[in-house]
């Protein structure tokens, strides 16, 4: 699914077009309308209605799993219905060997990387065939072999372990890279200034991905500083803007910013700026419609693939839906489990006790 | 008397040392305008205004560590942790830097402070929305602990808490932030730090608890009686200091002890209190103190409930150690 | 076999295991060209070169949420803490991530890390260069913990723990750095987790301990010997998981328990080890089982020698406990 | 001794001259040899006479303590002998209401408030008389009636603090300002990022002084940034550097920020770029050496002042160390107080065992 090559990404990012782009304050490719507003990078049709097909996927299944939420089905779930533009447009930014570090409102992005709909309901639902053994809230997933890390609560911890995966794989002269997600309220957290120091002294070849969902409400208890991208300044690291309903913009943005890692430039900080879906905008800037559009205009979308598309999509999650609410409860030895390689003495008492 | 929950209570509390003095201050993340994640500082912003009500960045580093600027300077924040769980990232400030300013600096300066955070399971939480860290600052000289079961005591508690000259955890049991309701004294009065309170009183078991569990404990002693095993139930209410004298008393009389709480069961208080009893009552023990806590796991999401220490697993633990 | 002190005996196990796997990076803060504050990672940087054995910023945060990145990408990270006492600006990384990160990935990632940071007081260090804080991480589900005494062990558990999948808390008690020294296997072995060792047999009483204080413990045990008490001492190298096994089978035979370390006395390991002996042989026990520990106050500076449990503490609670 | 009022204060900072230097790269004051290298602000001399001897005092005791060290009579003591220009040019540019933040490297800042060299020593012997009662180390000193708070060894945490006293300064309407003294390295900890953040939202009156004490060499380890100054931009906090060899250029750019805060604009970063004595510069750049030069080009300073002064520090300090050495060790049962207000039942069991 993600099919970006490195070639690819650099292609896209090296033209003078691109460059040009990332100085401008805040990168735009499409209107709210889909139309192109500025001069795009080489973009293959067939890469954008994939990203458009697994926006769509993340949507669908982000909106049911808030329905079950509010049935009282599932815990508390916060999902980023409305970010797929960030949270799916950087995931096709990435090669599969890159890793993504996601806070725990995109699970959806091991759906753009390959994962199965019903594992993504079975973990929601935390039963005896979740991924992650029912041992964590719907936002705490982990998917190894799709190289996404375990999501997890505390503010921010995610991203120094982006950067020292990143450094890792800078020691081994491995050509990976690592993608952290945060909002814009972790830049206050202090992992953030751990990461941010030590992506800067070290080169590492990590993206750090700031969704400031905020906007265009400025965030006064955070920061008094006019953006979050300034703060790269005081850690020589770049920080780049772009808008964060586009999701071309996003594509073309977190490219250019793997590309640089790759060439072992170091790491940039993006920051995404996202009108919420329920705000005064978010209807006008929804980033599904907006590329919906730009693939009408392009001949690359109609109505029927789309009625297509939403039957589909409604079949593979019911399924999915009724397969996880059925499945049997973790049992309770289980408990017990992976605190530890191997069951400790005192520990067996417990479960045995 | 008013009948409140524990937010209520918590919340009065606050409003009223407010009043009385107006060094107090409520620092936090989304405390203001927001009135916090469980509604405890509700209506606190509205009545004081920002410069005593603050939301602030989020970083609990920050916020415990300017709250001790703020105290030096002769202050009492009552900086609010949204969960226990995440006070981590200012763990430093509160064990390196809170618990030891007074010893250090030759008692010239004290750090009161009062550092308010929902702890428990039983909400759906998982491991970070649920757990019980005490013992982790008890272990570090220099704090008291407190955790109250009832609306009564979170409220004389937290006057008491915000008033001592020493800083204080206070634990908020989440799990019965709105579940335990009960008459709580209009105006100022307070609860003594220190002392632990015998629930129910009995002649076989004693039942050392605290917080949300307390009623887990009551209930398990109801169903112990059935089968005829007559427990003595105490709420510790303050986890430290150690309130030994009516801990060794009860035991002195029932000579059986069971303790109960959410927190992983290895150097827990549990183990504090079963150690402090060998010392001070080894020979009126007649049977082996036991412990009904939480397991050396994180908290798990899913199974929850068979993680906590609920009556379930008290109660044959009382029967077993009345019949050993 | 050739003698060698701790110092020698640590730096010589990093030194082979980073010419065996080539994973393993050292990282910390002076690690690299200065050697380390006590000189135990001196030479590596000249020999493994500056992207495996890493001079950091000043962030203990930064330095563990960093190397959790590098296990999960499959490397073998040994970050140094310069002080044991400085450990918790990354006390979040290691309790909130680190020990939870294989159970909530549901088994699928692990985070073999081992942290290696000198403990204990004794050298004029005050409360930032002396403290004890194993506690603080056995308390939390997830960690290993390990603590030797002789240049032996400490070679032979720091290979065990580099090679072992889940992480593990190295504590290197700094006041024998130097000063015990012993014979070292040359090249390959490793010494097992979670088994202590019998230092010295006895019938009379079983004294438990680890790190510096093992030598106060066997001066004691020499002296008590002297009154006719016959002590049986145990060095429980690895401080989590608990060798059970040793410590009741030792029990079981004098009935006798005393508990040494320098850590301060409540929630420390000696009350959980107290009341894991309540549980396992209650009913063999024939004295109150006693602990000598640090005391509940923060590290002292001129006082240091009268806050350590030293020998001249440990033999009157030896003789007394036989005797009881 | 601190005359400084704010109103001085004030003049100093916002004559056009003044406030041009801030905009200087490096602001300095007196060249190595002692003269003026830029339009100076109004300085009286009898404060500049006063701010010698007090950094005299504080080499002379920094000298003192660093040989009863190596002697083996007290514990290890780092002092800062070469950056007196930091140290006492900060202190005096306070006034007394004013709060000091130091790190372990400081204790020489209360004998520039009127702490005695007896107080000094006592406390270095951690004797019966010293102020902290024997509980911290040389370096972790305290005077609440100098508001001195306690230095620690914890790298960071006093940021906070200073940020968090200035910040009830503030709200409670007191012309109060906090300045927290720490080294370069400091900046890679968790408590900067916190402080500066904090600092920059609530517009807290602090002073940040940073001792940039490895210059003129890079701190490759900490930051890959060209100075630390800059690293306020991430938090809207200015930042100056100055010259941390040259007292006047301390005093001037730390009572700028001083008036600053005062007039609640909030806090400043300065970086003091100090070559420290025993680098290649040091002797020739030694502040002491330069201040002296300077009073003596304008008569306010004499060879035969210079041999009094050195006379008496020479016997105040003597007489200090005599008494410091024959003070009693504090009891023992002092280990148990000051853990809280009253003694516990547990630590008197402990206490009385
Ligand atoms: C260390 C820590 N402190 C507090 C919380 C509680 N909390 C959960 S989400 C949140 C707000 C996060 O805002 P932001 O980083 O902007 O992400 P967003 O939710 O907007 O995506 C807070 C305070 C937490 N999870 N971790
Ligand atoms: C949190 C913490 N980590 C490590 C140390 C050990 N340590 C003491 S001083 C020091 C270097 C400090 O450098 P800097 O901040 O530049 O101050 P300087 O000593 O140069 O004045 C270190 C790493 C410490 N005291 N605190
Ligand atoms: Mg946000
Ligand atoms: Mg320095």
Known sequence: MTTATRTQADQGTTTRGADEAMREDVVRVLSADGELVSDAPELDDALVVDLYRAMARARACDLRAAALRDEGRIGAYDGSAGEEATTIGSTLALRDDDWIFPTHREPTVALARGGSVEAFFHHLFGNALDGVKGRQMPGGFAARSLRIASASAPVGTQLTHAVGLAWAARIRKDDVVALAHFGERATSSGPFHNAMNFAGVFKTPAVMLCRNSNWPQVSETETITDTFAEKGIAYGVPGVRCDGNDPLAVLRVVRHAVARAARGEGTTLVEALAHPLDGPEGARLDPLVRLRNYLGLRGHWSDAAQAELDESLQQEIDQAVAAASAAPTPPRTTMFDDVFVTLPGHLRDQRDA | MPQMNMVQAINDALRLEMERDDRVVVLGED??????????????????????????????????????????????????????????????????????????????????????????????????????????????????????????????????????????????????????????????????????????????????????????????????????????????????????????????????????????????????????????????????????????????????????????????????????
Chains 1, 4 share one sequence.
Not at chain 2, 255 to 262: I, T
Not at chain 2, 276 to 287: C, D, P, S, T, W
Request: proline residues 7%.
């Open chain 2, 31 to 324: 405390v203001g305008k927001v009135g916090g994640v469980f509604r405890v500082t509700a209506g606190l912003f509205d009545a004081f205004g920002g410069e005593r009500v603050i939301d602030t960045p989020l970083s609990e580093g920050g916020i415990i560590g300017t709250a001790v600027g703020m105290a030096l300077y002769g202050m009492r924040p009552v900086p609010e942790i949204q969960f226990a769980d995440f006070i981590f990232p200012a763990y430093d400030q509160i064990v390196s830097e809170i618990a030891k300013y007074r010893y250090r600096s030759g008692g010239q300066y004290g750090c009161p402070i009062v550092i308010r955070t929902p702890v428990g399971g039983g909400i759906r939480g998982g491991h970070y929305h649920s757990q019980s860290p005490e013992s982790q600052f008890i272990h570090v000289a220099g704090l008291k602990v407190v955790c109250p079961a009832t609306p009564e005591d979170a409220k004389g508690l937290l006057l008491a808490s915000i008033r001592d000259e020493d800083p204080v955890m206070f634990f908020e049991p989440k799990r019965i932030y709105r579940a335990a309701r009960g008459e709580v004294p209009e105006g100022d009065f307070t609860v003594e730090i220190g002392k632990a309170r015998v629930v129910r009183e009995g002649e076989d078991v004693t039942v050392i608890t605290y917080g949300a569990m307390l009623y887990e404990a009551l209930d398990a002693a109801a169903k112990a009686e059935a089968e005829g095993v007559d427990c003595e139930v105490i709420d510790l209410r303050t986890l430290w200091p150690l309130d030994v004298d009516t801990i060794v008393a009860s035991v002195e009389k029932t000579g059986r002890v069971v303790v109960v709480h959410e927190a992983p069961k290895s150097c827990g208080l549990g183990a504090e209190i079963v150690a402090l009893i060998n010392e001070k009552a080894f020979l009126r023990l007649e049977a082996p103190p036991r412990r009904v806590t939480g397991f050396d796991t994180p908290f798990p999401y899913t199974l929850e409930m068979e993680y906590l220490p609920l009556s379930h697993r008290i109660l044959p633990a009382l029967v077993e150690t009345a019949r050993f």
